[in-house]
C-alpha cells in the first residue's frame, strides 16, 4: 500500500516581531488557514522552565495527594490543572471569579525571580495583534478570569481530536463569547514524549467535520479527505498559537512522561479593539 500524501500545510517559525511584518493580521492569518500555527522558539528561557518545574515539585504539584482541596489551584481529571479552568469551574460564577482571584495571587509568587511567563505570553500576542489591546478576560464590573493554566499531563494522558470555541458551545452569554475567533497560546514548560506532540488539522470543527469528531471518526475522515495536518514539536521554552476551532489533538504519549504547558485561550474579532485571554 502506498502511502497518501497530503498537502503540505506548515508552520510559520519565528518571533513575533517577524511575523507581524510578514503578515499584517497573523491571528486572521491563522484563522483563514494560511499557517496552521505560529512557533515562537525559546520565547521563554529553558533555564526558567527548569527552575519552575522545581518549583512544582517542591510544592508537590505532581503528588495526587495535593490535587482538589478548597483552597487548592491544582483540580484533578485526565490532566492536571494549575490555575482556573472555565471548562472545569465556570458553572458556578461566584465560584470561578473567587477562584481566578486566587490564581491571580499565587502566580506572581510563584514567579518570583523568574522571567513572568504569563507576561510573555501576552506581550508577544500584542505584538501579533496590531492596533489591539490584549487583556485578561473581565466582566463589565471588572471581575476577572484565570489568566492562564499550567497543564500537567502525566503518564498517558491526551487531548483526542477536537475544538475549542467558547462562542459555538456556550450555555450562557458569558463575556468570552462575543468573539468570532478563538485561539490558543501554548508555552511548553517541560517537554513530553516523543509522539506526544500536538497536531493541528486544516478542517474547522462544523459540518461533516464535527460529525466525524462527534462520532470518534475523525482520524479516518481525515484520511480518506486528505485534510491537510501539521504537527508542533516543542521543546521546553518554545510558545506556539494556533486557530482552535480547527481540530486538534494531544495524542497519548508512547512513554510515560510528564509533559507540562502553560496555556491560554483567545478570543478575537477583527472589528474589536479587545483581545480578551483567559483559560
Ligand atoms: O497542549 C496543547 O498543545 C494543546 C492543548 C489543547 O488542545 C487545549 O488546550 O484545548
Ligand atoms: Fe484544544
Not at 16 to 41: D, H, Y
Not at 237 to 253: M, Q
Amino acid at each position: 500500500m502506498t502511502e497518501k500524501t497530503f498537502p503540505t500545510w506548515s508552520p510559520m517559525e519565528a518571533d513575533a516581531l517577524t511575523i507581524a511584518v510578514q503578515f499584517p493580521a497573523p491571528l486572521m492569518a491563522l484563522a483563514e488557514g494560511q499557517v496552521p500555527a505560529l512557533i515562537l522558539r525559546g520565547a521563554y528561557p529553558a533555564t526558567d522552565c527548569a527552575a519552575l518545574m522545581d518549583r512544582f515539585e517542591e510544592r508537590g504539584y505532581f503528588d495526587n495527594d495535593t490535587v482538589g482541596g478548597r483552597e487548592s489551584q491544582l483540580s484533578g481529571g485526565p490532566y492536571l490543572d494549575l490555575g482556573t479552568s472555565l471548562g472545569r469551574v465556570g458553572a458556578n460564577r461566584d465560584e470561578f471569579f473567587a477562584h481566578a482571584e486566587r490564581t491571580h495571587d499565587l502566580f506572581p509568587r510563584l514567579f518570583e525571580g523568574l522571567t513572568d511567563p504569563v507576561a510573555l505570553i501576552y506581550r508577544n500576542l500584542s505584538t501579533l495583534s496590531p492596533g489591539k489591546t490584549v487583556k485578561t478576560a473581565e466582566t463589565a464590573d471588572g471581575r476577572r478570569y484565570g489568566p492562564a493554566i499550567f497543564r500537567i499531563y502525566q503518564n498517558e494522558e491526551g487531548h483526542r481530536a477536537h475544538y475549542d470555541s467558547v462562542r459555538r458551545r456556550a450555555k450562557t452569554d458569558i463575556e468570552v463569547a462575543r468573539f468570532t475567533h478563538q485561539f490558543a497560546g501554548i508555552l511548553c514548560v517541560k517537554k513530553g514524549s516523543v509522539g506526544g506532540e500536538s497536531t493541528i488539522y486544516r478542517a474547522k470543527g462544523e459540518g461533516a467535520v464535527e460529525q466525524a469528531v462527534d462520532d470518534g471518526e475523525f482520524e479516518t475522515y481525515a484520511e480518506q479527505n486528505t485534510i491537510p495536518r501539521a504537527r508542533v514539536e516543542l521543546n521546553a521554552g518554545d510558545l506556539y498559537f494556533f486557530y482552535t476551532e480547527n481540530i486538534h489533538e494531544v495524542p497519548k504519549a508512547i512513554r510515560s512522561e510528564t509533559r507540562v504547558v502553560l496555556a491560554v485561550f483567545i478570543g478575537m474579532s477583527p472589528e474589536d479593539e479587545e483581545i480578551f485571554v483567559w483559560s
